[in-house]
């Protein structure tokens, strides 16, 4: 690891390139620029620096002669880069004193990017956090994702209900740390025919597209964390080859003529703003095939350039699927290996089954994508007969295993069998892979169990566990510098490059002193918050209390609803029972709802008007707040973070693959309240039983429950707290005037089935909460417990899930520059 950005960097010279961005580039004057544009200046002048790395790297040829990983997403939720870069660059001190001699504060102008939103939620996340992971270490690693002009939707409230706006990010001048590769440009075929001719003697296929769009990268650099390494995270752009028809145009069509333009535009305008829920539109199918052939023909132009043969293509770069969404990609490399490199099928064959790795996100049946036969027919003729090549050699694999058992086949094909035929997407990406993870330990055993227990069967190692973890840097460092320094004060800051060091804070857990500095960070952490409630929400709260925070998408199986029931059950205990005595609590929800989804927008909905009138209630607003932060995003997850006390991660067992979120607040000091679920069993094995509050049922007690036939009235009537506080869902308590109105979250609740047993562990749920607030009545035992938190949880660092991935799955070494 080297410094010498550090060491180049000449601020005299940096604080000209300023300049000259501010008038040349975005033709404002020095006296007069608005802080928008010296921000714009600032970065600009900065991706200059990272654009000559991002060069070099590209044209190391050791990294040419290396095994790399491509790394294809649809998502990378990559936040702000500015600060981060900063940091992974090595001159924040140095670039903050430069601008405040330029009469500006860093932190102020950091405040004026806009996140680049390119994905819904944990998901892209983990690909950002691995991006940043990859450089720190020095694997060789391209990623592959999607310029969408409008990243995930903006959200605001209007009395209390979610509304939706388009996020232009890069706003109107452009995003200053991208760089255009147009040299790099590729063309993309959609619809048309499958064209069979004789060469040689030999009956050969070929695909005719009828229609071709253009593929535009722009790379964004992901810095290695100290270290001159720059790797690109290349993003598709999808444009119209011709900007319009000539001939229509001199028909005199204008309109006409610039069809094709609007249709090549559309592909790439938009993120679909999903979390773990497909809904299989054209649309959709267009983005992740553009996205698929673009990367796969880039990855293959690299590829050859260096002038290695095809055959060895495994030995020299291996391809990361995250989730199903680009599994279109291997029937992609599978035709580019067949019909346009003239490769035989097996020999194909044998290269595509040891290049593809698959990481599955999720068992949830409707998250699990399948695409309609006739529309892949349609759009991709040629994928569609590949698939069914595929498909066919599996299932004679299948017969062999399992003779004479259709039923087998039936449910491994890769074709659902139905009046619509369907292409299940995650069955092609375990045939066509050498590698499957799961993203956490329990995740894995499940896949392996319920979801995929055939292909266990039939690939006994193909399956394997890689636990998530998200990045030090950003998640700890960069969000939280009051305790990044007293970390640094007490251990050094190897930490930073590797987290398991953080282990040796353990032993300042029962120092008054120390104790005491970590407290007082996280009051200043919590200050901070509050000040930015009062200046944005206009609500006041006070650091003495509580700050219990529930940060994710808004989904049923996350239970946001059984985090309201808690609240609504102390509402009615401040209320009715003169003995209930409470520490203060401010409770924290932010969480976007994907916009189809009516009965997440209704939970929104209902916590909103519920914190409206417990904040204006002057009975219980000294103990009890609720506060919706609107609009989350990583920007907005790196102020709530670092001031949390209690983390929720209450996903009903079995649900949530893994979370990050636990991770990112867990490192920052907050105690979980959590289910066996995911990564929680995990965080609960690092920090130990005492400083963790499990409750609820686990997975075996969900499946028996579900087994046994759950009722959720057994619940309702057996429990006065539960029924009291429920009832306060109906009539007009918190809709004034209006009754009924969060009665779609009570009826979910109750004749809905209630699907994910919110009641079931609800007493339990109570309980941990109780146990929570007794312990934050003695502070010197809490402060043990966050410390204790803080120093346990170095295993989930990105940097150690990366390791995992090199050395189980994608067998590759670092190339040290
Ligand atoms: C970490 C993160 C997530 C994932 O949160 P979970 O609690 O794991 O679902 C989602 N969105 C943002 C902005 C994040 O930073």
């Known amino acids: 690891m080297k410094l010498n950005q550090q060491k180049k960097f000449d601020k005299a010279q940096f604080k000209n390139n300023v300049k000259r961005h501010?008038?040349?580039?975005?033709?404002?004057?020095?006296?007069?620029?608005?802080?928008?544009?010296?921000?714009?200046?600032?970065?600009?002048a900065l991706s200059e620096l990272t654009a000559f790395d991002l060069l070099e790297t590209e044209n190391d040829i050791r990294i040419k002669n290396s095994k790399s990983v491509n790394y294809l997403s649809l998502e990378f939720l990559v936040g702000r880069l500015t600060g981060n870069n900063l940091i992974s660059m090595g001159i924040y001190t140095q670039i903050s004193e430069a601008m405040e001699e330029l009469g500006h504060s860093l932190s102020d102008l950091l405040e004026q990017e806009r996140d680049p939103s390119l994905g819904n939620g944990g998901l892209g996340r983990l690909a950002a956090c691995f991006m940043d992971s990859c450089a720190a270490q020095e694997y060789p690693t391209v990623g592959y994702g999607l310029h969408y002009e409008y990243g995930l939707f903006k959200q605001s409230f209007i009395d209390g209900q979610q509304q939706e706006s388009p996020d232009a990010w890069q706003g109107v001048e452009g995003y200053p740390w991208e760089i255009a590769r147009p040299q790099l440009a590729q063309q993309i075929g959609f619809y048309g025919q499958v064209d069979i001719y004789q060469d040689q003697g030999r009956e050969r296929r070929r695909w005719v597209p009828g229609m071709f769009v253009k593929a535009m990268p722009w790379d964004l650099p992901i810095v290695g964390y100290q270290s001159e390494t720059v790797y690109p995270l290349r993003l598709w752009e999808c444009q119209a080859i011709a900007p319009f028809s000539l001939e229509s145009f001199n028909n005199g069509d204008y309109f006409d003529a610039q069809k094709s333009l609007i249709d090549a535009g559309n592909i790439t305008k938009v993120l679909y703003p999903n979390d773990n829920h497909e809904k299989g539109k054209t649309l959709r199918l267009m983005q992740?095939?553009?996205?698929?052939?673009?990367?796969?023909?880039?990855?293959?132009?690299?590829?050859?350039?260096?002038?290695?043969?095809?055959?060895?293509?495994?030995?020299?770069?291996?391809?990361?699927?995250?989730?199903?969404?680009?599994?279109?990609?291997?029937?992609?490399?599978?035709?580019?290996?067949?019909?346009?490199?003239?490769?035989?099928?097996?020999?194909?064959?044998?290269?595509?089954?040891?290049?593809?790795?698959?990481?599955?996100h999720t068992l949830l049946p409707e998250a699990l994508e399948t695409w309609s036969e006739s529309l892949i027919q349609r759009l991709l003729p040629r994928h569609m007969e590949i698939i069914y090549r595929i498909n066919y050699q599996f299932l004679s694999e299948v017969r062999q295993k399992w003779p004479g058992d259709v039923g087998k086949q039936q449910k491994l094909s890769i074709i659902e069998e139905g009046v619509h035929r369907m292409v299940r997407m995650a069955n092609l990406c375990v045939v066509g892979s050498y590698a499957v993870n799961g993203v956490a330990a329990l995740h894995t055993a499940l896949v392996k169990k319920d979801l995929f227990p055939e292909f266990d069967a039939l690939y006994?190692?193909?399956?394997?566990?890689?636990?998530?973890?998200?990045?030090?840097?950003?998640?700890?460092?960069?969000?939280?510098?009051?305790l990044s320094a007293l970390i640094s004060d007490k251990i050094g800051d190897e930490w930073t490059g590797e987290l398991e060091q953080i282990s040796q804070l353990a032993v300042y857990a029962d120092d008054p002193a120390f104790q005491q500095s970590y407290l007082a960070i996280k009051r200043g952490n919590k200050q901070r918050l509050a000040d930015w409630v009062m200046?944005?929400?206009?609500?006041?709260?006070?650091?003495?209390?509580?700050?219990?925070?529930?940060?994710k998408r808004l989904h049923e199986y996350k239970r946001q609803h059984l985090n309201l029931l808690h609240i609504l059950s102390l509402y009615h205990r401040l209320l009715h029972d003169p003995e209930f005595d409470m520490v203060p609590r401010v409770f924290f929800f932010a969480a976007k709802a994907a916009p189809g989804y009516y009965l997440a927008k209704e939970i929104i909905y209902a916590i909103n008007k519920i914190a409206q009138t417990?904040?204006?209630?002057?009975?219980?607003?000294?103990?009890?707040?609720?506060?919706?932060?609107?609009?989350?995003?990583?920007?907005?997850?790196?102020?709530?973070?670092?001031?949390?006390?209690?983390?929720?991660?209450?996903?009903?067992?079995?649900k949530e693959a893994s979370g990050t979120g636990n991770m990112k607040m867990a490192l920052n000091g907050a105690l979980t309240v959590g289910t066996m679920d995911g990564a929680n069993v995990e965080i609960?094995?690092?920090?130990?039983?005492?400083?963790?509050?499990i409750f609820g049922l686990d997975v075996a007690g969900v499946t028996a429950l579900k087994a046994q036939g759950y009722n959720p009235f057994d619940y309702y009537y057996a429990d006065p707290l539960l029924k009291s506080s429920m009832e306060l869902l109906m009539g007009e308590t918190f809709t004034p005037g209006q009754p009924d109105k969060l009665r779609v979250v009570y009826d979910s609740l109750l004749d809905g089935g209630d699907p994910y047993l919110c009641l079931a562990d609800f007493s339990s749920y109570v309980k941990a909460h109780e146990a929570i607030d007794a312990q934050y009545r003695d502070q010197q035992g809490w402060a043990r417990k966050t410390i204790l938190n803080t120093a346990s949880v170095g295993k989930f660092t990105s940097d150690r899930s990366?390791?995992?991935?090199?050395?189980?799955?994608?067998?590759?070494?670092?190339?040290?520059?």
């Not at 030995?315 to 699927?321: A, F, M, N």
């Not at 009975?619 to 929720?648: C, G, H, T, W």
């Not at 609960?684 to 509050?693: H, T």
Request: proline share 5%; charged share 25%; glycine share 2%.
């Open 460 to 482: 006994p190692e193909r399956i394997r566990n890689v636990t998530n973890g998200v990045t030090p840097r950003r998640w700890l460092k960069f969000c939280n510098p009051g």
């Open 22 to 44: 501010l008038t040349s580039t975005y033709v404002q004057t020095v006296e007069k620029a608005s802080p928008r544009a010296w921000y714009l200046a600032m970065a600009r």
């Open 288 to 360: 992740q095939y553009f996205h698929s052939a673009a990367s796969i023909a880039d990855m293959l132009r690299r590829y050859e350039a260096a002038g290695h043969p095809l055959r060895l293509l495994p030995d020299y770069e291996t391809i990361q699927l995250n989730d199903t969404h680009p599994a279109i990609a291997i029937p992609e490399l599978m035709r580019v290996l067949v019909d346009e490199r003239d490769l035989s099928w097996d020999e194909a064959w044998s290269i595509c089954a040891k290049t593809f790795a698959y990481t599955n």
């Open 614 to 654: 417990i904040n204006n209630d002057e009975r219980v607003n000294q103990q009890l707040k609720v506060i919706f932060i609107p609009d989350y995003r990583v920007s907005m997850a790196e102020i709530i973070i670092p001031a949390a006390d209690v983390s929720e991660q209450i996903s009903t067992a079995g």
């Open 802 to 817: 990366i390791r995992d991935y090199v050395e189980n799955i994608w067998h590759l070494k670092a190339v040290h520059r």
């Open 684 to 693: 609960r094995e690092e920090v130990g039983d005492e400083n963790i509050y």
């Open 535 to 551: 200046a944005h929400l206009g609500i006041e709260i006070s650091t003495d209390a509580i700050f219990d925070v529930q940060i």
